[in-house]
C-alpha cells in the first residue's frame, strides 16, 4: 500500500475512519472490530477516532481493537472537542480519551474545529500535553485558510501536523485555496467522508460513476476513495464497518485514472474556480 511521508512518518494513504462505530449492538461491534482488523492486517497504519464519535464508544472499540497490535506500528489520532479547548478541560479530556483508547499516547491530537476559547490557549494546551510526552504531535480539523493563518502566526504554531477536512469528489472547494496553502506550509491534509456521508450531505452520484466503475472493473465506492488519492497528496480515511469493505478500500488504493478519466469526471463534478466556504459536516 502506496504511503506518504509525513515528518519522518510514513502514513498509508488510506486510514480507517471510526465515526458512528462502536454504538450498535454488541454483534455489530464485533464486525466493526473484524473490519479494522481486517484493514490493519493489510497494513494500514492510519486510525482515525475522537471522543465526539458515540461519546467515547468509537474509541473504545479501537482500544479494543489495538490490543491485539504493536501499538508502535499504528498512528493513532483522537479529537477533542471545542468545548474543552482550554488547557485544564483538554488535558482531562486525553486522559479520557487514553483510557478508552488503551494506550498511554497518542500519535496526533486534532481540535475538532475551532471554538470559542483563544486559538493560544488552545495551543499552549497542545503544546504542554506534547512537552509532557502524552501526544506525539498536534493538529486541527475543520480550519480554513483564515484559521491556519491565525495558528501559524502563534510562537509554536507552525508544528501544526496536519489539517482534517471534509474532501470528496463533490466537495472539492479546498483545491482553490487550502490545499495549496497546506501544501507551502508543510501542512498534511487529512480528508474525511470521500463517499460523502450519511448525515445530511449526500453525494449526488451522478451516472458517470457507475459507468467509468464498470469500465473499470471496480464499485463505485472504490472509484470515490481512487479519485481523493489521483495525486497522491491526501490521506482518506473511510469509515467500513464490514470486512469485506475494508478490503475493497484497501484494494482501491491500486487503481488508477488516465487524464481523460479525469478529464471526464470533472466535467461533471468541476474543480472550484473561486474560494468557498469550507464544508463540514
Not at 182 to 211: D, F, R, T, V
Not at 226 to 236: C, G, M
Not at 244 to 270: C, G, K, R, W
Request: hydrophobic share 40%.
Amino acid at each position: 500500500m502506496k504511503q506518504l511521508s509525513v515528518q519522518n512518518h510514513k502514513l498509508t494513504e488510506i486510514g480507517i475512519g471510526t465515526w458512528y462505530l462502536g454504538e450498535g449492538s454488541q454483534a455489530q461491534t464485533n464486525q466493526e472490530m473484524a473490519a479494522i482488523k481486517a484493514g490493519l492486517d493489510q497494513g494500514i497504519n492510519v486510525v482515525d477516532t475522537a471522543e465526539m464519535y458515540g461519546n467515547g464508544q468509537s474509541e473504545t472499540l479501537v482500544g479494543q481493537v489495538l490490543k491485539d497490535y504493536q501499538r508502535t506500528n499504528i498512528f493513532l489520532i483522537s479529537k477533542f472537542l471545542p468545548s474543552h479547548a482550554t488547557p485544564k478541560a483538554m488535558k482531562k479530556s486525553l486522559e479520557q480519551s487514553l483510557r478508552r483508547l488503551q494506550t498511554d499516547y497518542l500519535d496526533l491530537y486534532l481540535y475538532h474545529w475551532r471554538g470559542g476559547t483563544p486559538l493560544a490557549e488552545t495551543l499552549a494546551g497542545m503544546q504542554a500535553l506534547q512537552k509532557a510526552g502524552y501526544i506525539k504531535h498536534f493538529g486541527v480539523s475543520n480550519f480554513d485558510v483564515a484559521d491556519l493563518k491565525a495558528l501559524l502566526a502563534l510562537p509554536g504554531g507552525q508544528d501544526c501536523f496536519v489539517n482534517e477536512v471534509l474532501y470528496n469528489i463533490q466537495s472539492r472547494g479546498i483545491e482553490y485555496d487550502l490545499l495549496p496553502y497546506q501544501k507551502s506550509q508543510g501542512i498534511a491534509c487529512i480528508g474525511y467522508s470521500p463517499l460523502g456521508s450519511s448525515q445530511g450531505h449526500y453525494l449526488n452520484q451522478k451516472p458517470i460513476l457507475a459507468e467509468m466503475a464498470a469500465a473499470k472493473h471496480i464499485s463505485v465506492q472504490q472509484l470515490l476513495i481512487a479519485w481523493v488519492l489521483r495525486h497522491h497528496e491526501v490521506i482518506t480515511i473511510p469509515r467500513s464497518g464490514q470486512k469485506a469493505h475494508m478490503l475493497a478500500n484497501v484494494a482501491a488504493a491500486d487503481i488508477s485514472f488516465t487524464a481523460d478519466e479525469l478529464a471526464q469526471l470533472d466535467q461533471y463534478y468541476p474543480a472550484p474556480t473561486h474560494k468557498q466556504p469550507l464544508e463540514i459536516i
